[in-house]
């Protein structure tokens, strides 16, 4: 059962820069699953679209659906979607750098009304994350990157989503400490919370994730189970450019059924 399906979305920015071009995918319940593609392809414009931020960039969806258990998201604020369940770890981290550990999570956990829920769940993300436990009364903007990363993640497990969506968590950090991040994200989807995971860091993402979505100029240029498209060499051609710029359709997908593959 998909907890999260989006149909034919199409986004632009202003009047005339399309960003999506009938962009389609779902997020089965539970599972975890990557948009991959390269600077410019259109992995963050989705990501503001589900998370209803789009307006704080001066996008708008003409086209298309985003639900959600049901509900539609679209029109949505941001406030709404992220108590309907669906909360978005932005690109950069983004803590508030002059509040403590301990005051970010706080803040994550603003429209939890329930105390002891609250308190159970913070419990739960110093035991994620050990390392925020002992820095809780240190500033967030004196942790180190990676430090900031888990704090960015942890603020947003504070509101207990059942669907997160992590935009870039690599970004700018070293190989380690990403490997530490994909163990965190690998963990967090095995205790039940369905990740929509957006990277340019193909292996990691396609290590954790089930699904793959592979986008090129707005469109998905290929989707299907992250094995199978690791192996088939395709993710490669589409990062390094190839023919996905053109208006045409890109060349067929080798023949494996388990693939799909869609024309611009």
Known sequence: MSML?????????????TALHGVSLNVPDGAAVAVLGANGA???TLMRALSGTLGHHRGTIDAGTITYRGRSL???NPADIVAAGVVQVPEGRRVFATLSVEENLRAGAAAVRDRAAR???RKEVYELFPRLAERAEQKAGLLS????????????????PS?????????????????????????????????????????????????AYVFAVGRVQLAGPSARLEESGEIQHLYLGGDVASDEPPPAAPARAALTRWAP
């Open 163 to 211: 669907l997160l969506l992590l935009d870039e968590p690599s970004l700018g950090l070293a190989p380690l400490v990403v490997a530490r991040i994909g163990e965190i994200v690998r963990e967090i989807n095995a205790q039940g919370t369905a990740v929509l995971l957006v990277e340019q860091n193909a292996a990691m993402a396609l290590s954790l994730a089930e699904t």
């Open 42 to 44: 259109g992995k963050s």
């Open 119 to 121: 308190a159970r769940t």
């Open 5 to 17: 399906d989006v149909g034919e979305l199409v986004v632009r920015y202003g009047r005339a820069q």
């Open 74 to 76: 679209r029109g949505l």
């Open 145 to 160: 990157g990676g430090e900031q990363q888990m704090l960015a993640i942890g603020r947003a497990l504070m509101s207990r």
